[in-house]
């Protein structure tokens, strides 16, 4: 069963960084793809980032790209995201994903709320 545990959310001034973690169980981690997802309010999911297994792929949207970085450790099954030069729109609830499918509910974690405001 896969279980996934977001933390590192919080407030952050227009410009500031936040860096988000993922713990993992459940699944194999280190042979997984992993994603991380957003919902802003009254908003639906948005893909922001995802990371191959050894960490030789990666990929960004748009919204995020040259500002967030996703990085994993397999040994100690954790995903991150460090978001710098955050913005007001990148308020949402940003969730940890098992794989590539951000829709899928099973695979996803409670999330992690990020609020971005002066």
């Known amino acids: 069963q896969v279980q996934l545990v977001e933390s590192g959310g919080g407030l952050a001034q227009p410009g500031g960084s936040l860096r988000l973690s993922c713990a993992a169980s459940?699944?194999?981690?280190?042979?997984?793809?992993m994603s991380w997802a957003r919902q802003a309010p009254g908003k639906g999911l948005e893909w922001v980032s995802y990371?191959?297994?050894?960490?030789?792929?990666?990929a960004y949207s748009d919204a995020v790209k040259g500002r967030f970085t996703i990085s994993r450790d397999n040994l100690r099954n954790t995903l991150y995201l460090q978001m710098n030069g955050l913005k007001p729109e990148d308020t949402a609830l940003y969730y940890c994903?098992?794989?590539?499918?951000?829709?899928?509910?099973?695979?996803r974690g409670r999330g992690t709320q990020v609020t971005v405001s002066s």
């Open positions: 990371i191959g297994p050894a960490s030789s792929i990666i």
């Open positions: 994903v098992e794989g590539l499918r951000v829709d899928d509910p099973t695979s």
């Open positions: 459940g699944f194999t981690f280190g042979d997984s793809y």
